[in-house]
């Protein structure tokens, strides 16, 4: 079964739309993230929530919306679509204490036209 | 705010060691990771070591980590075409608070 699950995959869309990536995990885990990873591989944090509430918002633009319906989802919305929101987004999740360890879903790759 | 660096690119031949290096600011750090991110995946948990060890070792992987210096290592001992992937170091400070913060990936290329 897989643990932290993401749609779409990929994603090609055009400047200025709307568009939605979805993220689920089996894990029973408290704790889900999103990140945005750029051509040059680098990982940025975007959103953390615990417990459907939001704990990490990094410096990111207010077209982004994390939406968390329960703690085993956590959705993020983009509005207005620009070029360089072009990139991988990873939804991961973890359990706070003990390790820490996160699981990370398998990406989405998201190309702005 | 905290900071982890590591190198960006190794180069190494098939059955030789590898050592990826990072560094990291945060004393707090409680937990220290590395994690493996293959083409076209997800980065996935490779091992880990918690602040007061100075060394691990799983199989051909062996971490060494130098708290005075907050230096963390990675030594892939018979590296493998398999290991060829992006290795990223990441920290935690209280994993009750859930934040980790990374580094930004060393691309390890294995050549026959």
């Known amino acids: 079964d897989t643990a932290v699950s993401q749609t779409p995959k990929y994603l090609v869309t055009q400047m200025g739309n709307d568009k939605s990536i979805k993220c689920e995990q089996n894990?029973?885990?408290?704790?889900m993230y999103w990140y945005k990873q750029d051509s040059k591989k680098f990982l940025k944090i975007m959103f953390s929530?615990?417990?459907?509430?939001?704990?990490i918002n990094e410096t990111v633009p207010n077209r982004f919306s994390p939406k968390s319906p329960d703690k085993a989802h956590l959705n993020l919305h983009i509005n207005s679509l620009e070029l360089g929101d072009s990139a991988v987004y990873f939804c991961a999740s973890s359990q706070p204490g003990g390790v820490g360890e996160q699981y990370f879903g398998p990406g989405t790759r998201l190309t702005v036209t | 705010g905290e900071d982890v660096e590591q190198s960006l690119f190794l180069s190494v031949r098939e059955g030789d060691s590898s050592v990826i290096n990072c560094t990291y600011t945060d004393s707090s750090s409680t937990y220290l990771y590395w994690y493996k991110q293959e083409p076209g995946a997800g980065l996935q948990l490779l091992t880990y070591?918690?602040?007061?060890?100075d060394m691990k070792q799983d199989q051909r992987l062996t971490v060494l980590l130098n708290k005075k210096d907050k230096h963390l290592s990675l030594r892939i001992a018979d590296t493998q075409t398999g290991d060829s992937a992006i290795y990223f170091c990441a920290e935690s400070p209280n994993t009750n608070a859930g934040k980790s913060t990374f580094g930004d990936g060393t691309t390890l290329t294995v050549k026959p």
């Open positions: 070591i918690f602040s007061n060890m």
């Open positions: 894990l029973g885990h408290d704790t």
């Open positions: 929530y615990n417990n459907k509430e939001l704990i």
